[in-house]
C-alpha cells in the first residue's frame, strides 16, 4: 500500500496518473485504519481513457493479433496473478474484510479464468451455416470495441477477471471503474497486465466514485457494451443511459435468493450448506441463499440446530485462520445491514441468532455485525423482498410443493436457489420451476468458470462465464460469399 499521503494512481494507456478529481480514502473496515488515498478520474480523465481504449483497439497490433498469441498473453497474465496471489489477498482483504483464506481462494479463481477465457480464445471456431443458394454463409464473431467494466466490492479478484478476460479474449478494450472500497485490485492486475506484454491502452483503469467516475464512463459515447455487477438501481440507471445511444449492456445484479430443505434431506449436509450459502463472506455475495424455506415437519427442530450452529460461529478479523466470519466491507454498510435488521423487527420478525454487533472489545474498531437469523417473517415482508447483501437470514415453514414453489418465485429477483433433498425426481421439478439463473441440488454455491452465470428478472440480463462468457463480449456479423 502506498504511504499516507501519496496518492495511489490509475492507469491510462501506459501512463500512471493521479487525475484531477479529488483523491478518495480507502478504509480497512477491519480496524477502521486508512489504507491508502486514491486517485479519482474526472470526466475529462474518463474521456481520455476511452479514447486512448478506442484508438488501441482498432490499431493492427491488437486487432490483428492472431488469437494464440492473444492467448499467450492472457496466459501470462494468469501465471502473474498466481505468482502475486498472496498479496492480491491481502489488498482485497484490507479493502473489503473478507476472510484470507477466501481472498487466497479468489486470487487463484481470477487466474483461473484468465486461463479459461485464453483457451477460448484460441479454440473458439466461426461457423459456416447451411447455404441457401449458391453461396458460402459464415458468421463471425467481433468485438464490440471499447468495454466499460464496472464492478462491486465484494469479489473484485474474480468479478473484475472474468470480465476482463473474457472481454480481451474477445478483442475488445476495456476500460474499468473499480468500487471506490476496493480500488486497487484492479490497478495491481493492470500493472501485471503491461509486464505480460498486454498492449497499452487495451486495458484501462480509472479509479473514482461512481456518480462522478462511473457515470462518465457510462455517458461516454465510444463505450459500445457496459459490463456492470452490482446492485439492481445502479443496473437500470445504467441501462436507461444505455439505451440512449443503444449501448449493449450485461448486467449481473442483485439477488434474494431461495434456499430449500424437504424434510427427507440428509439433514446434517443441507445445515452446512445454508450456514455457508448464506454466512461465508459475511452474507456479502449476491448468491447468498437468504430466504430458507424448511419444511413444516422439520421446522422447528432444523431451525433451532441451525440457530445453535450460526450462534457458534467464530465472528473475528479477516486475518486470524480461526475466524469463520469476518466484518462487512464498510462502516456505511454495517449500519445499514444493522437498520434493515431494525427494520425487521419493527415488522415483527423474531431475532433467533444474532441481531447485533458483538459484544467484544478486541472487534469493537471494525464494521462487525454477528450473523442473524430472523424467524416470524413473511415471504411478502420488506426483510424478505430487499436484499440485505450481509449476514441475514430469514426462515419460513412450507407445507407442500406447489406452496413453496410459488413462495421461492415470489421475488422481483432470480439469481440463484438451492434444493436440499433425497428425491431425485422432486429436486429435478422445483430446481426447473425455481426462476433463477443457477439452481443448487444437495450443494450450495458451488462455483465453476466453466458454467454460465447469471439472472433472471431484476437479478440482471446477459451471462458471463462458461462459452456464453464470451458471446457477451462479442457481436455475431454475417459474412455471404457469392459462390
Ligand atoms: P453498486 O451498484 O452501488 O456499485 C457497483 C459499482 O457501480 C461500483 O463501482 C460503483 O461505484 C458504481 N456505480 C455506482 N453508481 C453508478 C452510476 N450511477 N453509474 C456508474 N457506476 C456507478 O453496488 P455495490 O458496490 O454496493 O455492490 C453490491 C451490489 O452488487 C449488490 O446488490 C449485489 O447483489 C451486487 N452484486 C451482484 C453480483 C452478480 O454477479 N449478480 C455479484 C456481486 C455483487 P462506487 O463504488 O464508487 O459507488
Known amino acids: 500500500m502506498h504511504g499516507d499521503n501519496a496518492v495511489r494512481p490509475f492507469l491510462i494507456g501506459s501512463t500512471w496518473t493521479t487525475g484531477e478529481g479529488q483523491p478518495f480514502e480507502s478504509i480497512n473496515p477491519a480496524t477502521g485504519q486508512r489504507n491508502a488515498l486514491i486517485g479519482s478520474a474526472s470526466k475529462a480523465d474518463v474521456d481520455r481513457a476511452v479514447r486512448t481504449a478506442k484508438a488501441a483497439q482498432a490499431s493492427p497490433e491488437w486487432r490483428q493479433m492472431l488469437p494464440h498469441k492473444r492467448a499467450a498473453i492472457l496466459h501470462r497474465i494468469a501465471d502473474l496473478i498466481e505468482a502475486h496471489a498472496e498479496e492480491l489477498a491481502d489488498a482485497q482483504m484490507r479493502q473489503n474484510g473478507k476472510l484470507r483464506h477466501e481472498c487466497v481462494a479468489q486470487a487463484a479463481g481470477g487466474a483461473a479464468a484468465y486461463r479459461y477465457f485464453a483457451s477460448i480464445c484460441e479454440t473458439m471456431p466461426s461457423e459456416v451455416a447451411p447455404s441457401r443458394g449458391d453461396h458460402l454463409a459464415m458468421v463471425m464473431y467481433e468485438p464490440y470495441g471499447v468495454v466499460a467494466a464496472i464492478t462491486p466490492w465484494n469479489s473484485p479478484l474474480t468479478l473484475e477477471s472474468q470480465k476482463v478476460a473474457a472481454a480481451l479474449a474477445a478483442g475488445n478494450a476495456v476500460v474499468l471503474k473499480p468500487s471506490e472500497f476496493t480500488p486497487t485490485i484492479s490497478l495491481s492486475v493492470a500493472a501485471l497486465a503491461l509486464e505480460a506484454g498486454l498492449p497499452p491502452g487495451i486495458l484501462n483503469v480509472v479509479t473514482g466514485l461512481g456518480l462522478e467516475t462511473g457515470s462518465a464512463l457510462v455517458a461516454h459515447p465510444d463505450v459500445r457494451l457496459i459490463s456492470f455487477t452490482g446492485g439492481t438501481a445502479t443496473g437500470k440507471a445504467i441501462a436507461r443511459e444505455a439505451a440512449g445511444r443503444m449501448a449493449a449492456v450485461a448486467l449481473e445484479l442483485g439477488g434474494k435468493s431461495p434456499h430449500i430443505v424437504f424434510a427427507d434431506a440428509d439433514l446434517d449436509k443441507a445445515l452446512q450448506g445454508v450456514l455457508h450459502g448464506v454466512f461465508s463472506s459475511s452474507g456479502q455475495s449476491c448468491i447468498a441463499g437468504t430466504r430458507l424455506f424448511v419444511e413444516r415437519g422439520i421446522y422447528d427442530d432444523f431451525v433451532g440446530r441451525l440457530a445453535d450452529a450460526t450462534k457458534a460461529l467464530r465472528v473475528g478479523p479477516p486475518d486470524e485462520p480461526a475466524s469463520q466470519v469476518a466484518p462487512l466491507s464498510s462502516f456505511v454498510h454495517r449500519d445499514k445491514v444493522e437498520s434493515m435488521v431494525g427494520m425487521a423487527r419493527e415488522d415483527g420478525a423474531t431475532?433467533?441468532?444474532?441481531?447485533?454487533?458483538?459484544?467484544?472489545?478486541?472487534?469493537s474498531n471494525g464494521a462487525y455485525f454477528l450473523p442473524t437469523i430472523l424467524g416470524n417473517v413473511a415471504n411478502s415482508a420488506r426483510i424478505c423482498q430487499q436484499e440485505v447483501f450481509g449476514p441475514v437470514l430469514c426462515v419460513m415453514p412450507f407445507d407442500d410443493e406447489d406452496d413453496l414453489v410459488a413462495q421461492a418465485n415470489d421475488t422481483l429477483f432470480g439469481l440463484a436457489a438451492g434444493v436440499w433433498t433425497r428425491d431425485f425426481?422432486?429436486?429435478?421439478?422445483?430446481?426447473?420451476?425455481?426462476?433463477?439463473?443457477?439452481?443448487?441440488?444437495?450443494?450450495?454455491?458451488?462455483?465453476?468458470?466453466?458454467?454460465?452465470f447469471g439472472g433472471f428478472k431484476e437479478s440482471g440480463t446477459g451471462r458471463e462465464k462458461g462459452f456464453h462468457g464470451i458471446r457477451t463480449y462479442q457481436e455475431a456479423k454475417t459474412v455471404m460469399v457469392g459462390l
Open 351 to 363: 431475532v433467533l441468532a444474532g441481531g447485533c454487533r458483538p459484544d467484544d472489545a478486541r472487534l
Open 425 to 452: 425426481p422432486k429436486a429435478w421439478r422445483v430446481a426447473r420451476a425455481v426462476e433463477a439463473g443457477t439452481v443448487w441440488i444437495n450443494t450450495y454455491k458451488t462455483l465453476s468458470v466453466s458454467v454460465p
